[in-house]
């Protein structure tokens, strides 16, 4: 006898298997959903489910681990985890009836661990609120313990865990006039750098200006929105080809190149702006890219504020005198703000003879941060991202 199935089940099993590839095999969460939703015959509202559950597992991993593990003996296969993951996620978000989450989940769970997957999750739904005194403040935010550290170390206790705790709540899409989908904290920081460089309008009509770690595209695009000639690079084919396809479906003012952004071939002091968004640990997307707190290491924040570093001095030197140079990054932690600021900033020789300037970007809402700015996600409901520019003397002098 075929056993009936109830609503939004193949969502739930779409979504388990979806979370199955990206532990598994490491996908990307991105790729992995949008090809599992383009082979899927499901509705609008059970897509929606799916995008739901895959990116609140995700992102609640380490939380939704803790309440059923103490009701287990064995690790259980990854298929039955993630069953398990599913019907504590359901339970902790209170969206729908604890019978109705926990027969869900029973339904995404290989048929011979359904028992098992019953069992557990009915004893979590018994203890309700109770199974909620989190041992620590990386267990009950679900991040890993060293990324928590790190932020409260750098933020600040209250800061650093309220933007974590922000962070755990699904993003807000907004869209440009164009209609492409870009987190307003790119887009206020767009028009900054409009308003420091451009007219009285905040235009950059005739102006040069090279995006150097440009992909996917969303603040090449807006620039040439604003009336600039855009170059656009990045250092990968796949990733240009990305830039390139965003690039004509916008119809956008924007050239295209693969370079290396360390050594950018491109003509020196030939652009009025140079913007350097560049490689970051990406702490400040982890709502939109929930995935990336499971991939992110200890160590790479280092190493990319090592690059980060070089980056700034490689595009230094394509600067016209009187433009600006601009360096922004999706994260906010010190070594990879303040830190590479600070270096950049003695390299430039900023405030002597012949050096450059600071120049002061003023997004609306954001923090002082330094001699730039910051925007943590708790402040306006955005991507967290920092920002610092520099002015190049008008006339070329010894460090010009």
């Known amino acids: 006898m075929t056993r009936p ?3 939004g089940a193949e969502a739930r099993r779409v979504a388990a298997d979806t979370l199955v590839r990206i532990e598994r095999d490491g996908a990307y969460a991105n790729l992995a959903l949008g090809a599992a939703l383009d082979r899927s015959n499901l509705s609008a509202a059970d897509r929606a489910l799916v995008t739901d559950v895959v990116y609140g597992v995700l992102r609640r991993r380490r939380s ?10 064995v690790a259980p296969p990854l298929p039955t985890r993630t069953a398990l993951r599913i019907g504590a996620y359901q339970l902790l978000e ?5 019978h109705a989450a926990v027969s869900t989940a029973v339904d995404a769970a290989p048929a011979r661990h359904r ?3 019953n069992a557990v999750l009915r004893r979590v739904a018994g203890e309700g609120a109770v199974a909620r005194a989190w041992p620590d403040d990386a267990t009950r935010l679900s991040y890993p313990d060293w990324l928590v550290a790190l932020v409260v170390d750098d933020l600040g206790e209250t800061d650093g865990l309220v933007a974590l705790e922000a962070m755990d709540a699904a993003p807000e899409v907004t869209a440009r006039a164009d209609g492409y989908v870009q987190d307003r904290a790119s887009q206020e920081l767009v028009a900054a750098i409009g308003a420091l460089a451009g007219d009285a309008g905040g235009r950059l009509d005739g102006s040069v200006v090279y995006d150097l770690c440009a992909a996917p595209g969303g603040k090449a695009t807006a620039l ?3 009336g600039a000639s855009v170059v656009a690079m990045d250092h990968r084919p796949s990733r ?5 396809g965003n690039v004509a479906r916008l119809d956008a003012r924007v050239g295209v190149l693969t370079g290396d952004g360390l050594r950018p071939p491109l003509r020196p002091a030939s652009a009025a702006v140079v913007l350097v968004d560049a490689p970051c640990s990406g702490l400040g997307v982890l709502r939109r890219r929930p995935d990336a707190r499971w991939r992110v ?11 980060q570093g ?3 001095s490689a595009a230094s030197g394509l600067v016209l005198p009187g433009g600006h140079l601009i360096y922004s990054v999706c994260t906010f932690t010190r070594a990879e703000t303040l830190d590479v600021a600070a270096a950049a900033g003695d390299a430039l020789r900023v405030g002597l003879p012949g050096g450059w300037s600071t120049a002061r970007l003023r997004p609306p809402g954001w923090r002082s941060h330094g001699e730039g700015v910051i925007v943590l996600p708790q402040d306006r409901g955005t991507d967290g991202m920092a920002a610092f520019a520099w002015r190049r003397p008008d006339a070329v002098g010894e460090h010009g």
Do not use: F, M, N
């Not at 240009?240 to 390139?244: D, E, I, N």
């Open 94 to 98: 209170e969206r729908i009836p604890a």
């Open 224 to 226: 040439a929105a604003l």
């Open 310 to 312: 070089d980056l700034v």
């Open 64 to 73: 939704l681990d803790h309440l059923v593990d103490r009701y287990l003996t």
């Open 115 to 117: 028992g098992l997957v």
């Open 5 to 7: 199935q109830r609503p």
């Open 297 to 307: 290491e200890a160590d790479s924040v280092g190493r990319l504020a090592a690059l």
């Open 240 to 244: 240009t080809g990305l830039l390139a």
